[in-house]
């Protein structure tokens, strides 16, 4: 509690000096990485004393917004336990179980929202593709803490794996998604009360295009549309700066609010 009450008091000093938005959500998620990290391995070297070596390799992955080391001051920290395939769900119940009790039960009494699945890598691929929000938050992810080659073996699998299986259907699932989003939320970027994450040139907008173009063309980051020359320089430019300017915003109303909302209503105003 010691450590989150004074970095994140050190976070929103640098806000309310001016820092860009992008930046003040990347120190959120390099926070809660440190955090993680160290509980992580605490809660390995606790099972190892009580019960010998562990079961099976395990990793911890950040997901979705976390998972690209973007985190608002209220926003929802999605992680998951990963298991090599063919694991056997008896045989690491204990582990399991050690490991939502050392890391997760901590994490909720600090109030923090968390969200946390645990899977085997040929688990992951069957809830891909079940559901696209699933397949959308792997596509982004980071390894937090644990064996690093198995979660190379899993990044590895699933950018091959999102690429090539349907980039089209998935394009297509996710365009009208943003149309049916955009309905929901006015349609037009014209509101007297916007919501800056889901409205008309908000956020999602910017993550949805960045999101198809890693399916479609295997890319990592928003500059490499300039380097493939479908974005100009400016456009580049354009993207970066209202995306920084947007979090910025965003930012402020959970600082001002204490809760997670993206409507920029009057009041906030």
């Known amino acids: 509690r010691t450590f989150l009450r004074l970095e994140s008091a050190m976070i929103r000093m640098h806000h309310d000096a001016g820092e860009a938005g992008l930046r003040i959500a990347q120190a959120r998620a390099a926070m809660i990485d ?29 997901l979705g917004g976390y998972g690209r080391h973007e985190l608002s001051p209220q926003s929802d920290i999605d992680v998951m336990f990963l298991f090599p395939s063919k694991t056997k769900p008896a045989v690491v119940k204990p582990l399991q179980e050690h490991l939502v009790n050392e890391v997760l039960y901590l994490l909720w009494d600090c109030d923090l929202k968390v969200g946390h699945s645990t899977r085997t890598i040929d688990e992951v691929f069957v ?4 559901d696209i929000q699933t397949k959308t938050s792997l596509l982004e992810s980071h390894l937090v803490a644990g064996q690093a080659s198995l979660y190379e073996t899993f990044a590895k699998a699933y950018r091959n794996f999102a690429t090539t299986e349907d980039p089209k259907g998935y394009i297509a699932e996710r365009l009208n998604d943003q149309a049916t989003r955009r309905t929901k939320y006015g349609d037009t970027a014209f509101l007297q009360e916007p919501d800056i994450k889901n409205g008309v040139g908000g956020l999602r907008d910017y993550q949805n295009a960045l999101w198809m173009a890693r399916v479609k063309l295997g890319i990592e980051r928003m500059e490499e549309l300039h380097t493939l020359n479908y974005l100009r320089r400016k456009e580049l430019s354009d993207f970066q700066r209202a995306y920084n300017f947007l979090l910025r915003v965003r930012n402020e109303l959970h600082f001002i609010s204490k809760r997670p909302t993206d409507l920029l209503d009057l009041e906030m105003q």
Do not use: N, T, W
């Not at 955090?35 to 950040?62: K, N, Q, T, W």
């Open 34 to 62: 440190v955090m993680l990290a160290r509980l992580f391995d605490y809660a390995l070297d606790s099972y190892r004393r009580a019960h010998g070596e562990l079961p099976s390799p395990v990793c911890l992955i950040a």
């Open 127 to 130: 809830q891909a593709r079940k």
